[in-house]
C-alpha cells in the first residue's frame, strides 16, 4: 500500500580513507570527469524530487572539503556502521519516515535506482537495496590456483542505497553488535526483510584505480555538450577607425551599426546565444530601442556569457574568423584575444581569432564591408 506520508532522507558515507584507490586525497575527493566523486554523488540525490534531507557523514579532517555542500554535514565513526549511525542520529527528530544510505564513492547513482528504491519502499517494504545477478562463473582460489567452483545461483552483487524505514534501520542499527559490511546485513540480523530492485553496472564503488577511469568514461558519456554558429555583416561609412573584438583600430574607414559595430563580437555573441537556443542579440537587445545607440559590444557578450552561467553552461572555446581585405587583423590579433578573454572570464588559449579575405570577391572583396563567422562550444557544468 502506497504510504502518502513518505518523507525520506539520504545518508552519504565518505569518512573512510579510501587507501585502496590508491595515494593522495581519500578518494571521495578526488576529481572525476570534472568534479570531485563526491560532488557526483551528492547531485544524483539533490536534484531528485522525492529526496527531503541529505545528510553527507564526513572524516572530521575532511570538513574544509564538505565546505557548501548541499547537506547537513556530521562527523563519522571509526567503522562505517558507527559513520551510519552517526548519520541516523542526525535524522532524529526530522519527522522524516524513510532513509537510503548510500556510499559516496558509488558516483555512477543514477535516478532510476534511486527511484526504484524509493517506490519498493513507499509500497510497503520495511528494506530495499539494488543488487545485479551474478552472471560469471564462480571460483575459489588459492595461491593462484583454483581450488573449487561455487554455484551462482541465487547470488547478487549488492549495490547502494539501502533504504529503509527510518525507525526499523534505526532499531536495527542500535542492536547490532558491529562489523557489517552494509546496512543489509546490519538489516537482516534485526529480522527485517529486504527487497532485492534493479542496480546497474554503471553505479560502481570506486575501490581501485582502474575504478576512476571506468567511470570517468560513463559520466563524461553523459556530458551535454552544444555548439553554436554567429554570423555577422557591418558595412563602411565614413569613419577613422573600426572596432573588432573589443579592440579599435585605426583604418580611413569606420563600420555602420545601431552599437560600436564591433562585427566579430556580434558573430561571438550570437555564437553563445544559438549554443544555448536564445534566439540573438537582436532578440535581447533590440535595434528599435535607443540605448542601444552606440553601445559598447562588450555589454551583449559579457549578458551571453552570464546567460551561459545562469542556465549552467561553461564556455569551452570560442573561434571567430574576421572576413575583410583592410584592414589587417594579424597585428592586432593577440591584443583582441586578450581583451576577448578579459570580457569573457575565459583563458585566451580558449579564444581563437583570426582572419581570412575573399580574394576580392563579393562584397567583403570590394572592400564595402566586413564579415564575421564564430563558433562556440559549451558543456553544461
Request: charged share 20%.
Given at each position: 500500500?502506497?504510504?502518502?506520508?513518505?518523507?525520506?532522507?539520504?545518508?552519504?558515507?565518505?569518512?573512510?580513507?579510501?587507501?585502496?584507490?590508491?595515494?593522495?586525497?581519500?578518494?571521495?575527493?578526488?576529481?572525476?570527469?570534472?568534479?570531485?566523486?563526491?560532488?557526483?554523488?551528492?547531485?544524483?540525490?539533490?536534484?531528485?524530487?522525492?529526496?527531503?534531507?541529505?545528510v553527507l557523514v564526513?572524516?572530521?579532517?575532511?570538513?574544509?572539503?564538505?565546505?557548501?555542500?548541499?547537506?547537513?554535514?556530521?562527523?563519522?565513526?571509526?567503522?562505517?556502521?558507527?559513520?551510519?549511525?552517526?548519520?541516523?542520529?542526525?535524522?532524529?527528530?526530522?519527522?522524516?519516515?524513510?532513509?537510503?544510505?548510500?556510499?559516496?564513492?558509488?558516483?555512477?547513482?543514477?535516478?532510476?535506482?534511486?527511484?526504484?528504491?524509493?517506490?519498493?519502499?513507499?509500497?510497503?517494504?520495511?528494506?530495499?537495496?539494488?543488487?545485479?545477478?551474478?552472471?560469471?562463473?564462480?571460483?575459489y582460489g588459492t595461491?593462484?590456483?583454483?581450488?573449487?567452483?561455487?554455484?551462482?545461483?541465487?547470488?547478487?552483487?549488492?549495490?547502494?542505497?539501502?533504504?529503509?524505514?527510518?525507525?526499523?534501520?534505526?532499531?536495527?542499527?542500535?542492536?547490532?553488535?558491529?562489523?557489517?559490511?552494509?546496512?543489509?546485513?546490519?538489516?537482516?540480523?534485526?529480522?527485517?526483510?529486504?527487497?532485492?530492485?534493479?542496480?546497474?553496472?554503471?553505479?560502481?564503488?570506486?575501490?581501485?584505480?582502474?575504478?576512476?577511469?571506468?567511470?570517468?568514461?560513463h559520466l563524461r558519456?553523459?556530458?551535454?555538450?552544444?555548439?553554436?554558429?554567429?554570423?555577422?555583416?557591418?558595412?563602411?561609412?565614413?569613419?577613422?577607425?573600426?572596432?573588432?573584438?573589443?579592440?579599435?583600430?585605426?583604418?580611413?574607414?569606420?563600420?555602420?551599426?545601431?552599437?560600436?559595430?564591433?562585427?566579430?563580437?556580434?558573430?561571438?555573441?550570437?555564437?553563445?546565444?544559438?549554443?544555448?537556443?536564445?534566439?540573438?542579440?537582436?532578440?535581447?537587445?533590440?535595434?528599435?530601442?535607443?540605448?542601444?545607440?552606440?553601445?559598447?559590444?562588450?555589454?551583449?557578450?559579457?549578458?551571453?556569457?552570464?546567460?551561459?552561467?545562469?542556465?549552467?553552461?561553461?564556455?569551452?572555446?570560442?573561434?571567430?574568423?574576421?572576413?575583410?581585405?583592410?584592414?589587417?587583423?594579424?597585428?592586432?590579433?593577440?591584443?583582441?584575444?586578450?581583451?576577448?578573454?578579459?570580457?569573457?572570464?575565459?583563458?585566451?588559449?580558449?579564444?581563437?581569432?583570426?582572419?581570412?579575405?575573399?580574394?576580392?570577391?563579393?562584397?567583403?572583396?570590394?572592400?564595402?564591408?566586413?564579415?564575421?563567422?564564430?563558433?562556440?562550444?559549451?558543456?553544461?557544468?
Amino acid at each position: 500500500m502506497t504510504n502518502t506520508g513518505f518523507k525520506a532522507a539520504a545518508i552519504i558515507v565518505a569518512a573512510g580513507r579510501g587507501t585502496r584507490a590508491g595515494a593522495g586525497l581519500p578518494k571521495q575527493w578526488r576529481p572525476l570527469a570534472g568534479r570531485r566523486v563526491v560532488d557526483w554523488t551528492i547531485d544524483a540525490f539533490d536534484t531528485h524530487l522525492r529526496i527531503d534531507r541529505i545528510v553527507l557523514v564526513i572524516h572530521p579532517d575532511d570538513a574544509d572539503f564538505a565546505s557548501g555542500l548541499p547537506a547537513t554535514i556530521v562527523h563519522g565513526g571509526a567503522t562505517r556502521d558507527a559513520s551510519v549511525r552517526a548519520g541516523l542520529d542526525a535524522l532524529t527528530d526530522t519527522g522524516l519516515t524513510h532513509v537510503l544510505i548510500h556510499d559516496a564513492a558509488r558516483a555512477g547513482i543514477d535516478h532510476g535506482t534511486i527511484s526504484a528504491v524509493i517506490d519498493a519502499l513507499n509500497d510497503g517494504a520495511q528494506g530495499a537495496a539494488p543488487a545485479l545477478q551474478v552472471t560469471d562463473a564462480l571460483w575459489y582460489g588459492t595461491d593462484n590456483q583454483v581450488a573449487g567452483t561455487q554455484d551462482r545461483a541465487g547470488l547478487y552483487r549488492a549495490q547502494t542505497p539501502q533504504g529503509f524505514s527510518l525507525p526499523v534501520i534505526r532499531a536495527a542499527h542500535a542492536a547490532h553488535s558491529g562489523g557489517a559490511s552494509d546496512d543489509v546485513e546490519v538489516a537482516r540480523a534485526a529480522g527485517v526483510d529486504v527487497k532485492i530492485v534493479p542496480g546497474h553496472e554503471t553505479n560502481l564503488k570506486i575501490t581501485t584505480p582502474d575504478d576512476f577511469a571506468r567511470l570517468e568514461t560513463h559520466l563524461r558519456g553523459t556530458m551535454d555538450i552544444r555548439l553554436g554558429n554567429g554570423f555577422d555583416v557591418h558595412a563602411f561609412e565614413a569613419g577613422d577607425h573600426v572596432t573588432l573584438c573589443g579592440v579599435d583600430i585605426a583604418h580611413t574607414r569606420g563600420l555602420r551599426g545601431h552599437s560600436d559595430a564591433d562585427v566579430g563580437m556580434h558573430a561571438v555573441t550570437d555564437a553563445i546565444y544559438g549554443a544555448l537556443a536564445q534566439g540573438d542579440i537582436g532578440r535581447h537587445f533590440p535595434p528599435s530601442e535607443a540605448e542601444w545607440k552606440d553601445a559598447d559590444s562588450a555589454i551583449f557578450l559579457r549578458h551571453a556569457v552570464d546567460l551561459a552561467a545562469q542556465m549552467k553552461f561553461s564556455i569551452s572555446n570560442i573561434d571567430c574568423t574576421l572576413i575583410c581585405e583592410h584592414p589587417k587583423i594579424g597585428p592586432h590579433a593577440a591584443t583582441m584575444t586578450t581583451r576577448m578573454s578579459e570580457i569573457m572570464n575565459l583563458d585566451s588559449d580558449r579564444i581563437s581569432i583570426k582572419a581570412t579575405t575573399s580574394e576580392k570577391l563579393g562584397f567583403t572583396g570590394r572592400e564595402e564591408g566586413i564579415a564575421a563567422l564564430a563558433t562556440a562550444t559549451l558543456v553544461k557544468s
